[in-house]
């Protein structure tokens, strides 16, 4: 029998608040690392010591994983996207600031809604979903032509253009998780094969573009990795996972709408970005979008 979920206390919230505070952290740590370390080796890297801490994990609890089921197939297909969205993210990041990459990256649940409407009947979009994605797609637009120190990049948009590429990556990873066997796996398993399957394909990708060989660990990587690695993608996503199993699923999920903030926040106060008019009513809109795509979520994605 499935538990009852309970409505978010004080202890939820401010376990919420330092999960949304170290999700919009992360693309600040790549580019602290980025001299060190290449950023799609930072990602691969991260994807390896997650996957080993959560395959060690599981086997601790004495969880019983299956790779020979109905989720192989669909779990490869989700280990790739989880590989690409990284690759863009990765990319992006050599191109344009943190902050932008938190913004675009976010608009991942506009892209999950749109793959949803076209899999599964019972997640067909309603009206105010449409004019959330509308308005959410108005402020890409609107937060691309944004100028950066008096002038429009091409670079930038390039790298901003990647970070809308990683999101959609993320929000067709979520549709393969929602619309397959995967729906049904555990937690820990349905990880496994998005670490395992991205850090494969990542290591892959950095030996045929030149990057595997660009890795120095100073304070500074090992810091980003030791952070990306163990406190992003391993700890963050087993306290996710906690609170799911613990208090409703919609209530944490609005939650969310917070990363980018923190995102945004964090690439001005540490490495001091430039933030333009545009690009801050942008991100406003693309914010506001997500917000009446999602409203209260009928499920949550299994990486958090």
Request: aromatic residues 10%; glycine residues 12%; charged residues 10%.
């Amino acid at each position: 029998m499935t538990a009852t979920r309970r409505p978010i206390d004080g202890f939820a919230a401010a376990l919420m608040l330092l999960l949304c505070a170290i999700w919009g952290a992360q693309q600040v740590a790549i580019k602290l690392a980025a001299a060190d370390v290449a950023p799609i080796m930072q990602a691969a890297i991260r994807s390896g010591v997650s996957a080993a801490l959560v395959a060690l994990f599981s086997r601790a609890r004495g969880e019983r994983l299956s790779w020979r089921d109905a989720t192989l197939a669909p779990g490869l297909v989700a280990g790739a996207l989880f590989g690409v969205e990284f690759l863009f993210v990765a990319e992006g990041l050599r191109h344009t600031t943190a902050s932008r990459m938190a913004v675009f990256l976010y608009t991942a649940p506009v892209f999950t809604a749109l793959g949803l409407h076209l899999r599964l009947p019972s997640e067909r979009l309603q009206g105010r979903q449409w004019v959330g994605i509308a308005v959410a797609f108005g402020g890409i637009a609107l937060a691309f032509a944004g100028k950066v120190r008096g002038g429009l990049a091409p670079e930038l948009l390039l790298g901003d253009a990647f970070g809308v590429l990683g999101g959609a990556a993320w929000g067709a990873t979520t549709v393969v998780i929602r619309s397959s066997a995967l729906s049904e796996a555990r937690p820990s398993q349905t990880l496994l094969y998005q670490l395992g399957g991205g850090c494969v394909l990542l290591l892959l990708l950095a030996v045929l573009t030149g990057q595997a060989g660009h890795v120095a660990l100073t304070p500074t990587s090992a810091a980003s990795l030791a952070f990306q690695g163990v406190v992003v993608s391993f700890a963050s996503y087993l306290a996710w996972f906690w609170l799911l199993r613990r208090y409703l699923a919609s209530r944490l999920s609005v939650f969310s709408f917070l990363t980018p903030i923190f995102g945004v926040t964090f690439g001005v106060l540490v490495l001091g970005e430039p933030l333009t008019p545009a690009f801050l009513g942008g991100a406003a809109l693309v914010l506001l979008g997500i917000l009446l795509v999602s409203g209260l979520p009928r499920r949550a994605d299994a990486r958090g």
